[in-house]
């Protein structure tokens, strides 16, 4: 019998909403979220494709270990799993973005390539360093930190609710 706790259905819509984004960033048109145009422009389709392919293997293999262990009780392989490869991912998006529009590093490489992808797209952050993230990777970026600390909660606190409780005897 599965019990499913609240933390793993956040989990699971958290990866779900990343599965969306990775489907739908390059080819669908969604206002000022995005310019599917510009990324056109800079990225062949088959570079396109690969990137969408592998971005979402790799979000729907997470959700397919996820729903496998639902409710119970996660093996140490798959909680080790669960956060450092989302968290490899989150490193790429670091360096990708966070570290260049922070502090400067390797921004000069993509202020080009940014401006002309996402440059008029919405933002609400300043533009540092010649780039600014835009809110749609703004958004993709939060989600997956937060299901990578979710999945920290969930498996720290596993022992717990998979511990007998104790009658209230001791011995």
Not at 13 to 20: D, P, Q, T
Not at 110 to 128: D, Q
Request: aromatic share 14%.
């Amino acid at each position: 019998m599965r019990k499913i706790r609240f933390s793993e259905k956040v989990l699971l819509i958290g990866y779900c909403f990343i599965l969306l984004f990775m489907i739908v960033q390059d080819w669908v048109p969604l206002g000022s979220l995005n310019d599917i145009d510009a990324i056109k422009q800079v990225k062949t389709t088959n570079e396109l494709l690969l990137v969408t392919l592998i971005g979402v293997l790799q979000v729907t293999f997470l959700i397919f270990l996820i729903l496998l262990f639902i409710g119970k009780r996660y093996p140490l392989f798959l909680k080790l799993w669960l956060i450092i490869h989302p968290s490899c991912i989150f490193a790429g998006v670091l360096m990708s973005w966070w570290i260049p529009y922070l502090t400067g590093i390797g921004a000069a490489e993509k202020v080009a390539s940014y401006t002309s992808m996402f440059g008029n797209t919405h933002t609400f952050l300043p533009v540092m360093n010649g780039i600014v993230p835009n809110t749609l990777h703004t958004l993709f970026h939060a989600s997956l930190f937060c299901c990578i600390l979710v999945s920290i909660y969930i498996f720290v606190t596993d022992s717990y609710q998979t511990t007998p409780q104790s009658n209230g005897k001791v011995g």
